[in-house]
């Protein structure tokens, strides 16, 4: 007959043996309202990018923190606003600033862009604000960033993951491709437009003809 008490004994039980790691869910609901709040006492605007904001598009991906657009110089006063004894405040590589805070369950990067590619991050907040287009999460209403300007954030990258993202948001039947086209020959250049068609397509969107092939030396119509 097992101890009752075997369990207090401090000794591992069998289940705990079988564990292989475990998953912390993350909760954006307080990363969201702590940055927006922080934003709105800059009286700056801002838009929801990154995997919540996929999320929002209907396109589920997982992710461990809250992204946010925000114009140059706002972050840092942001994460001021934020910061406490156990807050983490951190340059990010790309432009902006990310904050931790285990014990407030804050994840948030505030993404400005500030090295390269600013002007299309700058825009995208325009456009969000503009458009009126909100996001609810955790019951915090956000602006919520263009499905348009989101692919041409993601293309930015040329990470494997954000590639991904590219081909589900070209999936989605409300994309406008032409905008979304635009957008990126405007702030990423042509080469960046070409790779775009190229994988518009791949997944079969039809506003990209596939064309005719071209045989060795025959001059294009």
Do not use: C
């Not at 039980?13 to 969201?32: R, Y």
């Not at 923190?65 to 405040?89: I, K, N, S």
């Not at 596939?210 to 001059?219: I, K, M, S, V």
């Amino acid at each position: 007959m097992s101890d009752p008490d075997s369990s207090r004994s401090g000794e591992p039980d069998q289940a705990d043996e079988n564990i292989i790691g475990e998953v912390q869910a993350f909760d954006p609901g307080p990363s969201v309202a702590a940055a927006a709040a922080a934003l709105d006492r800059q009286g700056a605007g801002f838009a929801l990018i990154g995997g919540l904001a996929l999320e929002a598009w209907g396109i589920p991906r997982a992710t461990k923190d809250a992204d946010f657009a925000v114009p140059v110089g706002v972050a840092e006063a942001a994460a001021e606003a934020l910061r406490a004894p156990t807050t983490e405040v951190r340059p990010l590589r790309i432009g902006g600033v990310g904050i931790r805070d285990s014990e407030r369950g804050l994840r948030i990067d505030l993404v400005d862009r500030r090295f390269h590619f600013g002007p299309l991050f700058q825009d995208a907040i325009r456009e969000a604000s503009k458009s009126g287009r909100k996001a609810r999460v955790g019951g915090r209403d956000v602006s919520l960033v263009s499905l348009e300007f989101l692919l041409a954030m993601k293309l930015v990258s040329g990470e494997p993951k954000d590639d991904i993202d590219v081909r589900r948001i070209l999936q989605r039947e409300e994309l406008d491709y032409a905008t979304a086209r635009t957008i990126v020959e405007s702030y990423l250049g042509a080469a960046s437009a070409n790779r775009l068609d190229a994988m518009a397509r791949e997944v079969g969107r039809p506003e990209v003809s596939r064309g005719r092939l071209y045989r060795n030396g025959e001059e294009p119509e």
